[in-house]
């Protein structure tokens, strides 16, 4: 996969829950947009989901991360 997208199994490594636990948030009406739909399932650009991280997970928000992408 692309490194600027996300799948299923990215957000739920990312996160730390299940893919289960992932379906549940895709639920949420805050829930970023996918960037598209494939055969082998739905894809989200990673910089919506790190943005949804900072604003509703922020102890998961990397420091370094910010100091590399100048945020």
Do not use: C, F, N
Request: glycine residues 8%.
């Amino acid at each position: 996969m692309p490194e600027h997208l996300y799948g299923p199994q990215e957000i739920g490594d990312r996160l730390g829950v299940s893919r289960e636990r992932v379906r549940q948030l895709t639920l949420r009406p805050d829930w970023p947009a996918p960037y598209d739909r494939l055969a082998m399932g739905t894809v989200w650009r990673k910089e919506d989901i790190e943005e949804w991280i900072g604003k509703h997970r922020p102890h998961l928000t990397d420091p370094d991360e910010d100091e590399a992408t100048g945020a």
